[in-house]
């Protein structure tokens, strides 16, 4: 039994929080202090969306906002689109101190043609070229595209990675191990065990705890206080204390951002 006094701290480190509407934000807010949850990674999707988080976190201090263009959004943009907006992306992260990148990746759900699939892995690169170069880490999205974002990674050699909302197979879990990068698991593991045998299988030290907030389960819209929930169905299927779960997400938390949680 742990002490009446032990509180551990906890990261959400996958969240669109701040998408949701204020009244929303602010109890996320509150119950996330009530948690222990001290950080949410706030990931942005394109260009406009990065400006609002960036504007809202000023009156936030759990948040860390990332800078990202979703995989989804870039199939939207032509080609001169593409390269005009990473020019931005790029005169930006020369000029601001921004903590994480994110989110990025591959979606092959809605990237069903060649043409979109070649648009997401164009930007998907500048991303992976973009953290080695500043030293940031990246917040990668790999639905439907598992083993194609784990082969761009490798070809780029990618070093500070987090798989988000991850789930791989034998093979790919090897490989995540040997590069020693981090993945994610959310509230689908309350209640869903497809992925019990992956969490099973990864070392402690690699397992983050997100929500995807405010996206819903079971009809209720989530939010970063969730994380506890998340880490008691964790700490379960490793065997470990909850101590133990915190104390790994701290590491993590620390790895990434040079800073104690």
Known sequence: MLPAFYMPKWVDFHTHILDAPPNEQSLAASQSKDAGVV???????????????????????LAMVGLGWHPEQVIEADKAQILGQLSRYEQELEKEDIPFLGETGLDFLYGKTAAARAKQEEVFAFFIRQSLGHRKMIEVHTRHAKQESIDLLLKHGAEEVLLHWFAGNKKQTQTIIEQEWVCS???????????????????????????????????????PSWIPRVAEKVARLKGVSIREVSKAQAAIFERFFHQPL
């Not at 950080?39 to 809202?56: D, G, P, Q, T, Y």
């Not at 045998?197 to 907030?213: G, K, N, Q, V, Y």
């Open 185 to 223: 698991v959310g509230p689908t593991i309350l209640n869903s065990p497809h992925v019990d045998h992956f969490i099973e299988s990864m070392p402690l030290e690699l397992l983050a705890l997100e929500t995807d907030s405010p996206i819903p389960f079971d009809g209720m819209a989530s939010n």
């Open 39 to 61: 950080k949410w990674l706030v990931n942005s999707v394109e260009w406009k969306n990065w400006i609002a988080h960036r504007e809202l976190a000023q009156k936030q201090p």
